[in-house]
């Protein structure tokens, strides 16, 4: 799934005692480069996959939730105006 700049598209939830999370993410990559050192150790697509699906009972025992969604991001808006001189 490419990954876009004006949505985010994965909301994921962590209720462990020696870790708390609940943020938005733009992106699988996004999640793998925040969370790779956590101790949740999430680097790749497929472990991401596997929590999603609920597959494999390694991941039962996790405490995470990620769940897909579609919120658009709060974005600005630019006008420029010129003076047009005749």
């Known amino acids: ?26 992106s699988m990559k996004d999640i793998c480069e925040d969370l790779k ?6 680097n790749s697509r497929v472990s991401i996959y596997n ?9 039962k025992y996790h405490q995470v939730k990620i769940t897909k969604i579609r ?3 709060p974005f600005k808006t630019i006008v420029i ?3 047009i001189s005749q």
């Not at 050192?37 to 999430?42: A, G, N, R, T």
């Not at 929590?51 to 991941?59: D, F, R």
């Open 1 to 26: 799934m490419p990954s876009t700049k004006f949505f985010n598209k994965y909301h994921v939830v962590c209720d462990r005692e020696n870790f708390k999370l609940d943020k938005k993410y733009k």
């Open 37 to 42: 050192d956590s101790p949740l150790e999430l």
């Open 51 to 59: 929590i999603m699906n609920n597959v494999g009972k390694l991941y």
């Open 71 to 73: 919120e658009p991001l």
């Open 81 to 83: 105006r010129e003076l």
